[in-house]
């Protein structure tokens, strides 16, 4: 059974920094594409971070340049490093994996997600 864990979320004050961690239980990881959604009170879940080949990555506009997704395949873990953090970047944030190749719009496996609070 596929399991996505996410952690590394919390509270965190305007202009600072999280990084969010998901293991993932999925084989051979190597072969998924690892991505982070959020989704904000009121709102729809998005992209906000993702692989599209085993090098080259897309990110959603407002996180351009704050945020930063990485993997380590060897310890089947994605990550999210955020920095600059705003109010607005509030949300719950997933992570989510789909084989390479496939169109992000169809997530073959989800986390449950964690809470990121960006306030003073």
């Not at 059974?1 to 305007?14: F, I, T």
């Not at 407002?62 to 999210?80: E, Q």
Request: aromatic residues 12%; positive net charge.
């Amino acid at each position: 059974q596929v399991h996505l864990v996410e952690s590394g979320g919390g509270l965190v004050q305007p202009g600072g920094s999280l990084r969010l961690s998901c293991a993932a239980s999925i084989h051979p990881f190597k072969d998924y594409a690892m991505g982070w959604f959020r989704q904000g009170s009121g709102k729809q879940r998005h992209l906000v971070a993702a692989f599209v080949s085993q090098t080259d990555t897309v990110y959603e506009t407002t996180a351009k340049g704050r945020f930063t997704i990485s993997r380590d395949d060897a310890k089947s873990t994605a990550y999210l490093q955020m920095s600059s953090l705003k109010p607005e970047d509030t949300a719950v944030y997933y992570c989510a994996a789909l084989l390479f190749g496939k169109n992000w719009a169809n997530v073959d496996y989800w986390g449950l997600g964690t809470q990121v609070t960006v306030s003073s």
